[in-house]
């Protein structure tokens, strides 16, 4: 069989695109590779990232290394999909001619064409998913966005808002559940706006309940919420459904009236405010999750005060933040001028940063002494790497757990366990069998 090298980058939704992709593929078509793979093979697929600078970036850096493996004899044909080539279709074939093909983001047939097979529409929600005893798996309910918000590509990259349907969102579930999948994380460029295509209503929570009922799933997990029309039944689903991680991912970006205004989020700092007391009420115990950008157009040092301000406030235990990206072809890149400097914008990353480290690091000290349910995700240096519900893998940080003398870590890998939290730090927590 030929060879074939797979590298995805980017963000989880790529992750996805990419399992359906090679779950097109017949399985005696090709000997896949996984990315750390280092020796020679006959095909090089390469998925791409195109949203903001660094990503950007990263993919062409990826692109460049291994058309010079083609070079020099290592790579017989490389195939690159994905939001870059997407966006950036005209030119890329002209300055990496190296590249054999290129195709978009919107559409995997012409890839799955490329790589020598017929595509099925009766494996649509089939994956190539070797969990290899990992337990968690990524969900995309829709692809594609309405919102313009002024400094994201993504519209254009991806196209409109198109959600699945439920009953293939059901069907690819059940087929990861039948792989020893056990945690959902439902994602989308918004998954609160998911069902307004096709149903002429929000219907997460539909979907939410149609999936609590797939035998073997015990987790599901929300990310990418738009909070603007956050739906009032998901608010009262998380509350009483058990299967529902008390954990919601809503990326706010700012607080500012100026700064919203600005970026097109369609909400207030007054009305961000309120909804998150109303998620903290109606969902007791909740963990939130959120991601800001410092540095936009209109952020002066009033704004960015108020953004720190309301971080100590509202004491969300996850934050991620991002330093403003002009973006060609978008709104604000047109419209607004770039004028905090890089080195401003870096300051006001520590310094937000700086605060949710001590923020963290209270919230996990909270925490040592109880007994709580994880999952076994790997071993690491003979030790489990778990999560509870309340951290989300590959963006969180992970809860170290040591196993009792005589026992092999990697039999609890894939599986829940009760664990108490004996230790903390910043963003880590350890924990021995309860």
């Not at 007391?277 to 952020?299: A, D, F």
């Amino acid at each position: 069989m030929p060879s074939l090298k797979v590298i995805t980058l980017g963000c989880s939704k790529n992750t996805v695109d990419t399992e359906h992709l090679l779950a097109q593929l017949p399985a005696d078509a090709y000997t896949i590779f996984p990315e750390d793979y280092a020796g020679p093979v006959d095909y090089l697929l390469l998925n791409t990232c195109g949203f903001i600078g660094d990503a950007k970036q990263e993919s062409i850096d990826a692109i460049l290394a291994e058309a010079e493996r083609k070079k020099r004899g290592e790579i017989g044909k490389i195939i690159v999909f994905g939001c870059l080539s997407q966006r950036y279709a005209a030119d890329l074939p002209k300055l990496i001619p190296e590249v054999d093909e290129w195709f978009g983001a919107r559409d995997l047939a012409p890839v799955v064409r490329a790589l020598g097979a017929v595509p099925r529409h009766d494996l649509r929600n089939a994956r190539r998913f070797d969990a290899g005893g990992r337990a968690y798996a990524y969900l995309k309910i829709s692809e594609g966005c309405d919102r313009r918000c002024s400094y994201c590509a993504i519209p254009f990259i991806r196209g409109a808002h198109r959600s699945v349907p439920i009953e293939d969102v059901v069907e690819e579930a059940r087929g990861l559940a039948a792989g020893g999948v056990k945690e959902l994380i439902l994602i989308a460029q918004d998954t609160t706006y998911y069902g307004l295509d096709l149903y002429g209503r929000r219907a997460l929570a539909d979907l939410l309940r149609a999936l609590s009922d797939v035998p073997g799933i015990e987790w599901i997990r929300l990310h990418y919420s738009y909070p603007e029309g956050f739906p009032e039944d998901v608010l009262k689903e998380m509350a009483v459904n058990p299967k529902i991680c008390k954990y919601l991912d809503i990326p706010l970006q700012h607080i500012s009236d100026k700064v919203l205004h600005n970026m097109h989020r369609g909400v207030t700092g007054d009305w961000t405010r309120a909804l998150i007391r109303r998620l903290r009420e109606e969902i007791p115990g909740v963990v939130l999750r959120t991601t800001v950008i410092v540095g936009h157009p209109g952020e002066g040092p009033a704004e960015f005060q108020e953004l720190l301000d309301f971080a100590r406030e509202a004491r969300f235990e996850r934050l991620g933040a991002f330093k403003y990206s002009e973006e060609e072809g978008t709104w604000g890149a047109q419209n607004l001028k770039d004028d905090v400097p890089e080195e401003e914008k870096q300051r006001r990353y520590d310094a937000l940063m700086g605060l949710q480290e001590g923020i963290s690091a209270e919230f996990n000290a909270s925490r040592v002494g109880k007994v709580e349910r994880v999952l076994a995700d790997d071993v690491v240096n003979g030790k489990l790497v778990c999560r509870s519900q309340y951290e989300s893998p590959e963006v969180d940080g992970e809860i170290i757990v040591s196993v009792p003398s005589g026992t092999d870590p990697a039999s609890f890998v894939g599986r829940f366990l009760d664990v108490r939290i004996v230790g903390a730090e910043d963003y880590d927590l350890f924990a021995t069998f309860a």
